[in-house]
């Protein structure tokens, strides 16, 4: 890739957002440029002690962001032993797109598993899930994302303890823990479009490793900088993107104490850090657009961990000759969470801060008969649950003084 010298003059932006009605409980989506559609996945009112009785993986339309059509994914026995004889649906979370094989991988931590559906039927192919074995004893643990890399036939998983090699012919799983005798939680999963090489980000111990494919090792670990202030022993890495046109990797890092959220740019050869750029309270999925030196992060908002007032919600727009934001856009009251970059360098962004109300969905079960029932609320024996569905944004950038 060519690079970007910088302009002469500032750029300026304009900016377009629209938005429509998403999923109860969305994290994650992909596209296809098979099917020229996003993929999103949405899994609703799961916890701790139980799996989910509203779940599905849905096909929307890119341009008019209208939902086409929705899975009914399978329903199981409760993993959860403490809920012996209810049922749950298999949950939907990381999502990748396979192209070549016409499938879609997503992950499913309620049930510690990864799982393959027909991309245009959504029809269950393969399941890592074994339902005779305990959840702590299955062969992927807790899974947070998956990266189909169609070019090798494989799929790269992150979770607690490392990641996960699986071979999408032959389903042969390969753990790897890039640090072993610690306890690494690997995250998001970037892939650099010059070298091949995929990225991912840890959560625990502040790093990221590159990971060459062909052998699944890492090749280089990075050590995530505090690039505000050194006072805090953690930056709470989460995200990673790749830049060629500058040689840069860019990480959102959560921080402690309000010190070190925003993003640290690190030189892609070296590894060192460049600069920080400070934004939001707690900063979670990050993407670069390397054709036009544009970083997208956004800010979930307060939390447990990071409490704060009111903030979260939007969409950073960051200029990276600069490191600068130049925009910010609000897509919700709150909990702004994945961002999927386009072709033509659209953004959709989804959130999690059920702004649509009393959403009734035909991929809801009743957790005693197993049953599937059209419903606006999700009833547990802890209590009933209105069913509310988020947001899907599109983002749409002009730059002017392109440089």
Not at 282 to 309: C, K, M, N, Q, W
Request: hydrophobic share 35%; charged share 15%; aromatic share 6%.
């Amino acid at each position: 890739m060519s690079k970007n010298p910088p302009p002469s003059a500032p750029r300026t932006l304009e900016i377009i957002a629209e938005q429509n009605q998403g999923l109860p409980g969305q994290f994650l989506a992909a596209y296809s440029p098979k099917t020229q559609k996003i993929y999103i996945a949405g899994t609703f009112n799961a916890a701790s002690h139980r799996g989910s009785c509203v779940a599905t993986i849905a096909r929307v339309d890119p341009q008019t962001l209208a939902i086409e059509a929705t899975a009914q994914l399978p329903v199981i026995d409760e993993a959860h032993p403490n809920l012996i004889g209810e049922y749950q649906l298999c949950g939907a979370f990381g999502l990748s797109v396979d192209d070549t094989r016409g499938t879609i991988w997503v992950t499913d931590p309620t049930t510690s598993s990864v799982a393959v559906y027909d991309r245009d039927t959504f029809a269950p192919i393969w399941s890592s899930y074994q339902p005779d074995v305990s959840l702590e004893q299955q062969p992927v643990n807790h899974p947070r994302e998956v990266l189909v890399l169609e070019d090798i036939g494989k799929a790269v998983v992150t979770g607690p303890g490392g990641y996960w090699f699986i071979d999408t012919g032959t389903y042969a799983i390969t753990a790897h823990n890039p640090v072993p005798g610690s306890l690494p939680h690997t995250l998001t999963i970037t892939r650099d479009t010059l070298g091949g090489n995929i990225y991912l980000s840890d959560y625990n111990l502040d790093k990221v490793y590159e990971v060459s494919p062909a052998i699944g090792e890492a090749v280089r670990t990075i050590n995530v900088p505090a690039g505000e202030t050194s006072d805090f022993s953690r930056v709470n890495t989460h995200g990673v993107a790749i830049n060629n046109s500058l040689n840069e990797i860019y990480v959102s890092t959560q921080g402690e104490n309000g010190k070190n959220s925003g993003v640290q740019v690190l030189d892609k050869i070296s590894g060192s850090f460049k600069q920080f750029i400070p934004y939001g309270i707690t900063p979670t999925d990050i993407i670069a657009d390397e054709t036009r030196d544009l970083v997208y992060l956004t800010d979930f908002g307060p939390t447990s961990v990071h409490p704060a007032d009111s903030g979260g919600g939007t969409v950073a727009v960051i200029d990276a000759r600069t490191k600068s934001v130049v925009a910010e856009v609000h897509i919700a009251s709150g909990k702004a969470n994945h961002l999927t970059l386009m072709p033509d360098g659209m953004v959709i962004a989804l959130d999690k801060a059920g702004t649509h109300k009393n959403v009734e969905v035909g991929f809801h079960i009743d957790p005693v008969t197993g049953k599937h029932v059209n419903s606006a609320i999700d009833v547990h024996a802890s209590g009933t649950t209105p069913i509310n569905a988020d947001s899907i944004t599109k983002i749409t950038v002009a730059l002017n003084n392109a440089g």
